[in-house]
């Protein structure tokens, strides 16, 4: 099932570039409840989307969907972006849902917002109860695709710690990319929300680049 989920969205997102104005390849956005804001960066995503269009010669629509986490639409996006700041609860369906749809090809990177890391942990624990989350390695191909980076770059303070990517691994493929101390998403959002400076912003938007890039080529 993995193979054939992942090679319909491959097809798809390389078939029709340069021979349409359609865009061939959507992602979304995660909703989720236990009272976290869900809704944070509103503009990130759509700009990674369109940052990539131009520098990978991607076709991503760059109008974002949002989806329900357990919800069967999440299978119709290969790449869902989750942030926010606070709490995240998952019912038993939902943990169920998520599972198929991971274990199946599809991929979920989680970005912390500043606040979320105790609640993704415990309710990403309920989804792989038997795997944990793992430090990738600087040399990892997620931070060498098109732009190289020694490791997860720092875009916004938080408590002052290093920036670092875990990862979930299951039967060797990165199901989940989980940014910490990092930001990514705030470097995605337009220039005037937190005025990052143009140096901090490319950053960003070159690793979140690389991790679509990642993900689309079929890792």
């Known amino acids: 099932m993995k193979k054939v989920f992942l090679a319909t969205w491959l097809f798809l997102g390389t078939s029709l570039i340069g021979f349409t104005q359609n865009y061939s390849l959507k992602i979304a956005r995660a909703k989720y409840k236990g009272g976290g804001d869900w809704y944070a960066n509103p503009t990130s995503l759509s700009n990674l989307a369109k940052f990539c269009n131009k520098n990978l010669n991607t076709s991503i629509d760059p109008n974002i969907s949002d989806v329900d986490l357990g919800s069967s639409e999440m299978f119709r996006y290969p790449f869902i972006h989750m942030t926010g700041h606070g709490n995240v609860v998952l019912n038993?369906?939902?943990?169920?849902?998520?599972?198929?749809?991971?274990?199946?090809?599809?991929?979920?990177?989680i970005d912390?917002?500043?606040?979320?890391?105790?609640?993704?942990?415990?309710?990403?624990?309920?989804?792989?109860?038997?795997?944990?989350?793992e430090l990738i390695p600087a040399n990892h191909p997620i931070y060498h695709q098109k732009y190289q980076f020694n490791g997860l770059p720092?875009?916004?303070?938080?408590?002052?710690?290093?920036?670092?990517?875990?990862?979930?691994?299951?039967?060797?493929?990165?199901?989940?990319?989980?940014?910490?101390?990092?930001?990514?998403?705030?470097?995605?959002?337009?220039?005037?929300?937190?005025?990052?400076?143009?140096?901090?912003r490319l950053k960003a938007l070159q690793m979140g680049a690389n991790i679509l890039q990642f993900v689309f080529q079929g890792q």
């Open 92 to 109: 038993p369906s939902e943990v169920d849902v998520i599972r198929k749809y991971l274990i199946g090809g599809g991929f979920l990177h």
């Open 112 to 133: 912390d917002n500043y606040g979320m890391d105790l609640f993704v942990r415990r309710e990403i624990k309920k989804v792989f109860p038997e795997l944990n989350f």
């Open 154 to 200: 720092k875009i916004h303070e938080h408590d002052g710690k290093p920036a670092q990517g875990f990862g979930l691994f299951y039967q060797g493929r990165l199901v989940c990319f989980y940014s910490a101390e990092c930001d990514l998403g705030d470097g995605w959002e337009d220039q005037s929300v937190h005025n990052d400076s143009p140096e901090i």
